[in-house]
C-alpha cells in the first residue's frame, strides 16, 4: 500500500497544486457562472490541463496519454477540487478515459483514447435515471434493430452532456430494472437524430444536464463493452471515478478548513482573536482529524485502483462515504465559523458547500455506501 | 350581549365590510404589505388593506389610540386576530417599525418622538430597517464602532452597519451609534436616522442563497438632529437587549415544519425517492434518518408548547430563548440537510429547467437556514449565554 | 397535554423527592451491592414506599390505593430515577399493576390490587426470552391441559424476579414467534412446582433472573386478559411501563447533569476553575437542553397516558428513546468530565452509567423504539 | 554466511534449549511475568524463562551490555524479535521498569545509577511503578505538589500519588516531586524512591469496571537519600515529558479490535442477536450502524498504518501522537456502546450464572474503555494539543 508519494507523484501533485492555484484559482469558476459561460467551462484552461498531460493521464503512451494511473489522477483530481477548478477533465478522463480502457475493444480504444489525451473528444457518461445514483435501477431500453440498436429513455445529471461530443449511454438489452444482468454501454454522437440535450443549472455551477434519446440508431459497433454483461465494467470505472471524486472532495475539504483555520486566527471578537476560544479550538481539532482520517482513507483507496486489489469496491465506497461525511461537516463548519460573511457570497465557503452537496450525489452518496460496504463485507 | 361579544359582531361586520376579498387567499412573497415610501403594490387590494385597517389603528391593535393604535384591550385584540383568521385575511402591514421599533419607543422614547414616528408606521408610511451590526461586531454587537459626535444642535455620525435587513428599500434606520468610545456598553446610544438624508448609502449583500435580504450601510458625515435621539445619551444598550430578546424568540421559530411541508412531509419525499415496502420507506437507513429527525423535531415542538404552557403558569424554563433558538436553529439545518439526502439530484437545481418551484425552493432555503444559527447570536453565543446565565458556569 | 404541574402534582413531587434524597440516597444501593443483600432491596425502605402511597399509586382508592394515576406515578418514578433508589416499585406498582388494572378480571382485581397497595405482594412480569426485548417473539408455550395449562419455557431479564410472589408469564396459546395472535397471559405463584428461578447479578447491581418453566400447570382462572388475545392488553400495560422508566432514567440523568455541573464549578485544573474552559461549557449546555427536551417529552407522554390519548404509544416511544439517547450521552459526558475519579467506584457517576445501560435494554432500546416510531407513524 | 545469519542460527539453537515449551502457548493474564520482589509464578517456567532470557541480557537486548542489557544493534534486535515471534515465544519480562524507567534512566541518569538501576530492572528483579498524577492535578500535571525538601543529605518527601499503576504490588517507584515552589515546569524534580521505606503506602482504587489496576501511593515523611535524584535538580520535567510521549502512543493502541474480536467479530455478533437476512443484518438500523462503525475502524486502522509509513518515510503528520490518543480512544469507546447495544442484555452481567466468560469480559472492557480518554491526557487535552501545535491556534 501506497501511503507516501513517490518522489514522481509529489512532482506532479506540486505540478498540479501550482497550475490550479495560479491559473484556475476558484475567481475562474465565479467568472464561468456570473458571466454565465454557455460552455460552463474555460476552454483555454482546458487546453492547458491537456498540455500539462492531465487529460491522457489514465492513458497508456501507446495512445497518447501519460499512463500515470489511477495514483496520478487522484493526486491531479484533489489539487482540481482545492480551487473548484471547473473542466471536463471528471467526465473525460476519468469517467471517459476510464470506461474506454476498461471495456473498449481494440479499435474502440485506438480511435478514442488519442483524441481524449489530446483534449479534442469530451465524453460524458449518460447513466441517471432518478433523483439518487443506482446503476442498477437501469430502465432505459436499447432494442435490436436491424444490425444496430435502437436507443429510446430519458437520463439525468449527465456531467458535462450539454458539451460532450460523445455520450456513453447505458441502457438495457436484458432484464428489468433492478436486474444486474442485462445491462450495456454504447456509444452515441450528442449529435445524433434523436438525441436531444438541455443543459441543467446547478447550485454549484457546474455542468450536468438531461438528454433524452427518441429512438436513436446506433450501429453495432458503438456497443461498448460486453453486450448485456456490462455491469461489471461500469462497476469497476464507476469505483475509479467514486475515488477520483473522493479525492476532488478532500481537496474541497482542505481548502475550506485551511481557509476556516486562517479566519480563526485573524477574526477578532469581544476583542480577541476568535481562534482563542476553545469550544472554537476544540472543533477545529476534531475537523483535523477528520481530514487526517480521510487522506488515509484515500490514499488506500487510490492505491487499491493501482494494485486492482480485490478489495477496491469496498475501498472505492469506504473512501466516498468517508470523505463525503467529513466534508459535509467541514462545509457546515466553515460557513458557521465565518459567522455572517460566510453566508455571503462574496467568500467561497459558500460555493464549497454548495458543490459538496452536489458530489456528495454524484455517484452515490453516504447512504449507498455505507449499505454497499456492508454488502461487501458479508453482513 | 357582553361588550366583548358585540365587539366581536362589529368587528366581524366591518371586516366583512372592508377587506377586499384578494386579501383573503394565501399571499405570495412579492405580495408582502412591507409599506413605506418606495413601496410598490402589484395587487392594489394590498394597499386598500392596509390603509382601511390603518384607518381603525389595527396594524397595532393594542398601541394606544392617542399615537394612533387600535387601542384595543388583549381580549379584543384576540376577538380581532379570531375574526381576522376566520375570513383567513392577510397580515394588514409587515414591518420591523409594527415588530421591533414601534414597542421600544413606547417603552423608551419622548411623547414628541412617540407622536411623530408611531403614526407613520401604524399607517405603513415609513418603512424602517435595523442599524445594529457592524462589519467588525459580529457576535460582539457592543464592540460597534460607528460614531455619533456631538456637533451642538446635530450628531455628526460616520460608520458601516451591517446585515441591515432589506435597507435599499427602507426609508428610516434604527441605529447603535457609539457616543462615548471610553466605556463599551455604556457608550452605545440609539439614534433615528433617515435614510434620505445626505451621506447615507445602502448596497445589497448578496447571499450564498443568490437572495439580498441584508445591505451594508454605510454613514458618511450624517447630520442627525439632535432630537433624533431614542432615551438618554449612552444608555441605548439597554434598549438594544431589549430588542434583541425579541429577534431571538423571533428566529428559533422560523422555518419550523417548512421546507418538507411543502414538499408533501418528509415521509412522502422519502417514499416518493426510495419506494415504499407497503407502509415503509423502502431504504432501512433513510428510514431509520427521517424517525431520528422527526423524534428531534417532535420533541423541540413540544419543548415550545411547554415552555408556553410554564409561561402562562408563571414559571420560566431560563434563559429560554436561548435554548430554543440554538436547538431550534440546529434541529431546522438538520432538517434541509436530511430533505437533500431525501430529494438527491432534485434539491440541487439553482435554476431553469429540470427543477419545479417547489424543488428549487428547498434549495434556495436550504442555503438560507445556515444563516439561521448565525443571525440573531450565533449558536456558540448562545450556548456562552445558557452556560453563563442557567448553568451559573464562571467566567475565565 | 399537562406541561404544567398541579398543585397536587407538586406537592407528590416534593414529598418523592425529599423522601428518596434522605431516605434511599445512591448510598443504599452501594449497601445493598456490598453487603451481597440477598433480595437486593431494603425491606423497610420498602415498607416506607408503602406507607407513602407509592406502591398504590395506580391503583383507584376502592382498591386500596390512591389513584394517583400516571403522571403520578411517573414523577414518583423520576425521583427514585434521582437516587438510584432499588425497589420493587417498577416490577410491583409499575408492570404489575399497570397490567392487572389492563387486563385482569374483577376477580383478579380484587384479589391482588389491594395487596400491591398495601406492599404485601410483589409481582415480576416473565416476558423477555431473548437478548434484546420483542415480545412478538415470544416462544414459550402453554397448553391447555384439562380445565388449565401447562406451561413450558425460559424466560430471562424478569426484573424482581427472585422476590416476587407471583409471577405474570407471558406465553403462546397459538401461533408462532412473530405473531401478535396466540398471546396469553399467565398469573403463576413463584413457588409452583416446576418453576426454577435464578437471581442474575447485573452490572447495575439491581434485580433480574432468569425463570424456567417445566411442566408448569395452572388452572384456567390463572388466565389474565384474553385468551390468545393478550397482546393489546400486554402492549397497552408495557407503554405506561416504558414511560415511567423514562422518567426514572430522566431522574438519572438529572443528578449526574447536576453533578457534573456542581463538579465543573468547583475542580480546578491549570490553576482555574474547569468550568471555565469553554469546551466543556458549551458541552454543558448542550447537556442542559436535552434534559429540557427531554423533560417535555417525558411529560407529554405522561399526559398522554392520563388522558388515554390514541397516540399514546408513539409518545410513549419517544420518550424510551429520546431519553435514552439523552441518557447515554449524559453519562458518557458525567464520567468524562469527571476524569480520573469519574472512573473510580468512589464517585457515583459509574453506578448510574452501568444502570443506565440496563435502563436502555428494558422494554426496548433506542432502535427498538425508533422502528416502532416509524411504523406507528405509517412510514 | 555473514555474521548477521550466524547469530540467527545460534539464537535459533540457544531459545530453542532456553525456552520452555509452556512458554511457548498463549499466556493467561495471571502469568504475566511483571518480576520484582513481590512476585510469584503459578507456572515455574516464567521465572525459569525470565532467568534464562535476562542472562544473556535479552529482556532488553538493545541496552548497553555494560549495564546488563543484550548490547544487540538493531539488526541483530530484529533477528531475535523474528526468532521469538516463529516460535510465538511468550514476553520473558513485562515491565514499566523496561518501557518507561530504563530508557529514561539510559538518557538522564547518572553512571552509578544506570550501573544500580538497570540491572536490577534486566533481571526482573525490581518491580518499578510511576508516580505522577496527584489528586490535585489531573490533566495539568505540572501543577503537582508533593513537596520533597532539600535535607542535607536527603529529601524529606511528603504527598499523595494517584493512578499509580499496580503500585500495592510494586517494588520501587519513579516520582516526580516539586523541588521548588515558586515556579511551576521549573520546580520539579525526577527522584526515585523504595517502596519499602517508613511513610510509603499504597492503597487500591476500586474502578467502576471492578477491577483495581492502580493505587492511591501516599507519601509521609519518606527520607529519600539525595543520590536517588535523576538528572538535575528542577530539571524533572523534561524527562517526564520524554515519558508521556510514550505513554500516550501506548494508550491509543490499547484495545483495537479487542472486545468484538473474543466474540467472533461485531458482524458476527449481530447476526446472532438480531438473525440474519441471507448474508445481512437482519436489523436494518443495526446493520447502518455496525457498518458505520467498521468504516471508522478500518479507516482509523488505514491511519495508523500511513503514520507508520510516513515514520518510515522520514516524514512526520505532527502530533500525530495526540491525533491518535484523541481518535482512537474514542473509537475505541464507541465500539464498546455499539457491542452493548448487539448483545442486548448479554452484555449487562456481572458475575455469576447466565452470562459466558466472554460476555462477562465485554461489560467490564466497556468501562474499562471509558478510562482510554482520559488516561494519559484527555482527549480534551489531545485536542488543546493539536490546535496549539498542529494548528497554531493562539492562547487566550
Known amino acids: 500500500?501506497?501511503?507516501?508519494?513517490?518522489?514522481?507523484?509529489?512532482?506532479?501533485?506540486?505540478?498540479?497544486?501550482?497550475?490550479?492555484?495560479?491559473?484556475?484559482?476558484?475567481?475562474?469558476?465565479?467568472?464561468?457562472?456570473?458571466?454565465?459561460?454557455?460552455?460552463?467551462?474555460?476552454?483555454?484552461?482546458?487546453?492547458?490541463?491537456?498540455?500539462?498531460?492531465?487529460?491522457?493521464?489514465?492513458?497508456?503512451?501507446?495512445?497518447?496519454?501519460?499512463?500515470?494511473?489511477?495514483?496520478?489522477?487522484?493526486?491531479?483530481?484533489?489539487?482540481?477540487?482545492?480551487?473548484?477548478?471547473?473542466?471536463?477533465?471528471?467526465?473525460?478522463?476519468?469517467?471517459?478515459?476510464?470506461?474506454?480502457?476498461?471495456?473498449?475493444?481494440?479499435?474502440?480504444?485506438?480511435?478514442?483514447?488519442?483524441?481524449?489525451?489530446?483534449?479534442?473528444?469530451?465524453?460524458?457518461?449518460?447513466?441517471?435515471?432518478?433523483?439518487?445514483?443506482?446503476?442498477?435501477?437501469t430502465a432505459m431500453t436499447a432494442e435490436k434493430s436491424g444490425d444496430g440498436f435502437t436507443l429510446t429513455g430519458d437520463k439525468k445529471f449527465v456531467i458535462d452532456g450539454h458539451i460532450a461530443d460523445t455520450l456513453i449511454v447505458v441502457a438495457r438489452t436484458g432484464g428489468a430494472a433492478g436486474d444486474a444482468q442485462g445491462l450495456s454501454m454504447f456509444l452515441v454522437d450528442a449529435k445524433a437524430d434523436g438525441v436531444s440535450i438541455t443543459r441543467n443549472h446547478m447550485v454549484d455551477s457546474r455542468n450536468a444536464a438531461s438528454v433524452s434519446f427518441g429512438n436513436v440508431q446506433v450501429s453495432a459497433d458503438a456497443v461498448l463493452g460486453s453486450l448485456g454483461g456490462a455491469y461489471a465494467e461500469l462497476e469497476s470505472s464507476l469505483d475509479l471515478a467514486r475515488v477520483c471524486l473522493a479525492a476532488e472532495m478532500l481537496g474541497g475539504a482542505e481548502t475550506v478548513f485551511d481557509t476556516t483555520l486562517d479566519y480563526l486566527k485573524e477574526r477578532k471578537q469581544f476583542?480577541?482573536?476568535?481562534?482563542?476560544?476553545?469550544?472554537?479550538?476544540?472543533?477545529?481539532?476534531?475537523?483535523?482529524?477528520?481530514?487526517?482520517?480521510?487522506?488515509?482513507?484515500?490514499?488506500?483507496?487510490?492505491?487499491?485502483?493501482?494494485?486492482?486489489?480485490?478489495?477496491?469496491?469496498?475501498?472505492?465506497?469506504?473512501?466516498?462515504?468517508?470523505?463525503?461525511?467529513?466534508?459535509?461537516?467541514?462545509?457546515?463548519?466553515?460557513?458557521?465559523?465565518?459567522?455572517?460573511?460566510?453566508?455571503?457570497?462574496?467568500?467561497?465557503?459558500?460555493?464549497?458547500?454548495?458543490?459538496?452537496?452536489?458530489?456528495?450525489?454524484?455517484?452515490?452518496?453516504?447512504?449507498?455506501?455505507?449499505?454497499?460496504?456492508?454488502?461487501?463485507?458479508g453482513y | 350581549m357582553t361588550a366583548l361579544d358585540s365587539f366581536r359582531e362589529e368587528t366581524r361586520a366591518w371586516l366583512e365590510e372592508n377587506c377586499p376579498a384578494s386579501m383573503r387567499t394565501p399571499m405570495p412573497e412579492r405580495e408582502m404589505p412591507w409599506g413605506g415610501r418606495k413601496a410598490s403594490y402589484p395587487n392594489p387590494d394590498t394597499k386598500t388593506w392596509m390603509d382601511n385597517m390603518a384607518s381603525r389603528g389595527w396594524t397595532a391593535p393594542t398601541w394606544p389610540a392617542e399615537y394612533g393604535g387600535g387601542g384595543l384591550s388583549k381580549e379584543e385584540n384576540k376577538v380581532l386576530q379570531e375574526e381576522l383568521g376566520r375570513i383567513k385575511a392577510r397580515p394588514a402591514l409587515t414591518s420591523f417599525g409594527l415588530w421591533m421599533l414601534g414597542p421600544a419607543l413606547l417603552e423608551f422614547a419622548s411623547e414628541e418622538q412617540k407622536k411623530k414616528y408611531l403614526g407613520e408606521i401604524i399607517r405603513g408610511e415609513i418603512r424602517w430597517c435595523q442599524g445594529y451590526s457592524e462589519p467588525g461586531a459580529g457576535s460582539d454587537l457592543a464592540g460597534l464602532q460607528t460614531k455619533a459626535e456631538d456637533k451642538g444642535d446635530h450628531y455628526l455620525v460616520n460608520g458601516q452597519k451591517v446585515w441591515t435587513s432589506y435597507a435599499d428599500q427602507c426609508d428610516w434606520i434604527f441605529c447603535l451609534v457609539r457616543t462615548?468610545?471610553?466605556?463599551?456598553?455604556?457608550?452605545?446610544?440609539?439614534?433615528?436616522?433617515?435614510?434620505?438624508?445626505?451621506?447615507?448609502?445602502?448596497?445589497?449583500?448578496?447571499?450564498?442563497?443568490?437572495?439580498?435580504?441584508?445591505?451594508?450601510?454605510?454613514?458618511?458625515?450624517?447630520?442627525?438632529?439632535?432630537?433624533?435621539?431614542?432615551?438618554?445619551?449612552?444608555?441605548?444598550?439597554?434598549?438594544?437587549?431589549?430588542?434583541?430578546?425579541?429577534?431571538?424568540?423571533?428566529?428559533?421559530?422560523?422555518?419550523?415544519?417548512?421546507?418538507?411541508?411543502?414538499?408533501?412531509?418528509?415521509?412522502?419525499?422519502?417514499?416518493?425517492?426510495?419506494?415504499?415496502?407497503?407502509?415503509?420507506?423502502?431504504?432501512?437507513?433513510?428510514?431509520?434518518?427521517?424517525?431520528?429527525?422527526?423524534?428531534?423535531?417532535?420533541?423541540?415542538?413540544?419543548?415550545?408548547?411547554?415552555?408556553?404552557?410554564?409561561?402562562?403558569?408563571?414559571?420560566?424554563?431560563?434563559?429560554?430563548?436561548?435554548?430554543?433558538?440554538y436547538y431550534g436553529t440546529e434541529v431546522n439545518k438538520r432538517r434541509f440537510e436530511l430533505l437533500l439526502d431525501l430529494m438527491g439530484t432534485q434539491a440541487l437545481g439553482w435554476e431553469g429547467e429540470g427543477f419545479d418551484k417547489r424543488e428549487l425552493a428547498v434549495t434556495r432555503s436550504w442555503l438560507r437556514s445556515k444563516g439561521n444559527s448565525i443571525e440573531g447570536g450565533t449558536s456558540e453565543v448562545q450556548l456562552n449565554v445558557i452556560a453563563k446565565r442557567v448553568l451559573g458556569l464562571p467566567d475565565a
Open chain 2, 180 to 325: 462615548d468610545t471610553s466605556v463599551k456598553h455604556d457608550g452605545i446610544s440609539f439614534l433615528l436616522i433617515d435614510m434620505d438624508d445626505a451621506g447615507v448609502e445602502a448596497r445589497p449583500i448578496k447571499l450564498i442563497s443568490g437572495a439580498s435580504p441584508f445591505c451594508e450601510t454605510f454613514l458618511t458625515d450624517v447630520k442627525v438632529p439632535k432630537e433624533n435621539l431614542v432615551g438618554e445619551l449612552n444608555k441605548g444598550w439597554t434598549i438594544a437587549k431589549r430588542l434583541l430578546e425579541h429577534e431571538r424568540s423571533m428566529i428559533s421559530g422560523m422555518g419550523m415544519g417548512a421546507g418538507a411541508a411543502s414538499m408533501g412531509g418528509m415521509e412522502a419525499v422519502a417514499k416518493e425517492n426510495f419506494g415504499a415496502d407497503g407502509d415503509k420507506i423502502a431504504e432501512p437507513g433513510i428510514r431509520q434518518a427521517v424517525a431520528e429527525h422527526k423524534m428531534d423535531q417532535q420533541a423541540f415542538g413540544l419543548t415550545l408548547k411547554r415552555a408556553e404552557a410554564e409561561a402562562k403558569a408563571g414559571q420560566g424554563m431560563g434563559a429560554a430563548a436561548s435554548m430554543f433558538k
Open chain 1, 1 to 137: 500500500m501506497a501511503f507516501v508519494l513517490t518522489e514522481e507523484q509529489t512532482m506532479l501533485r506540486d505540478m498540479a497544486k501550482d497550475f490550479f492555484t495560479e491559473q484556475v484559482p476558484v475567481a475562474n469558476l465565479r467568472k464561468l457562472r456570473d458571466e454565465e459561460n454557455a460552455d460552463g467551462y474555460d476552454k483555454d484552461v482546458w487546453k492547458q490541463i491537456v498540455e500539462l498531460g492531465f487529460a491522457g493521464i489514465l492513458i497508456p503512451e501507446e495512445h497518447g496519454g501519460t499512463g500515470f494511473g489511477p495514483m496520478g489522477l487522484g493526486i491531479v483530481m484533489k489539487e482540481a477540487g482545492r480551487t473548484l477548478a471547473a473542466s471536463p477533465l471528471y467526465s473525460t478522463a476519468v469517467l471517459g478515459a476510464g470506461l474506454i480502457m476498461a471495456a473498449g475493444s481494440d479499435e474502440q480504444k485506438a480511435a478514442l483514447l488519442p483524441n481524449i489525451a489530446a483534449g479534442e473528444t469530451l465524453i460524458a457518461l449518460a447513466l441517471e435515471e432518478t433523483n439518487h445514483h443506482n446503476p442498477l435501477n
Open chain 1, 271 to 377: 476583542g480577541v482573536i476568535i481562534g482563542t476560544f476553545q469550544a472554537l479550538k476544540h472543533r477545529a481539532a476534531e475537523l483535523f482529524c477528520e481530514v487526517e482520517i480521510c487522506q488515509s482513507v484515500l490514499l488506500d483507496a487510490l492505491s487499491a485502483l493501482e494494485e486492482r486489489r480485490n478489495d477496491t469496491p469496498r475501498a472505492a465506497s469506504l473512501a466516498k462515504a468517508r470523505v463525503g461525511d467529513a466534508l459535509r461537516l467541514i462545509t457546515n463548519e466553515g460557513v458557521q465559523m465565518h459567522g455572517g460573511i460566510g453566508m455571503t457570497d462574496a467568500v467561497d465557503m459558500g460555493l464549497f458547500m454548495k458543490r459538496a452537496r452536489v458530489q456528495a450525489q454524484m455517484l452515490g452518496d453516504t447512504n449507498f455506501h455505507r449499505t454497499r460496504y456492508a454488502d461487501l463485507g
